[in-house]
């Protein structure tokens, strides 16, 4: 059975604006313990996912923000420090939360 893991980011009305497929998965199903995602495969996925997601929420934060609230003025932010900062805020969550659980990755 192949399963697909997609992220589907979707328009104010609801039409679908970007499909960002995170994973595929081929999954065995003959046997109960083949059954739902290894930790592994759920840990790989979920990093993966929040890449994404975070990506694309800062993406939109930094276009909603990109003037001035008092004066219209355009602020100057170049799209690839956007990246850079989700990455950044990414790592750093990583790190606090192997940090947390003392996960030795």
Known sequence: MKIKVQLVVCAEDGREEQVQEIA???KPYQRIEHLGF???EAKSILKTLQQHLVERQAT?????????DH????LGIKAGS???MAGDLLQQAGQSRSQISGDQR
């Open 71 to 74: 004066c219209g003025k355009a």
């Open 38 to 40: 290894t930790l592994a």
């Open 60 to 68: 939109a934060f930094v276009a909603t923000h990109a003037q001035c």
């Open 24 to 26: 595929a998965v081929e």
């Open 82 to 84: 956007v990246a850079r």
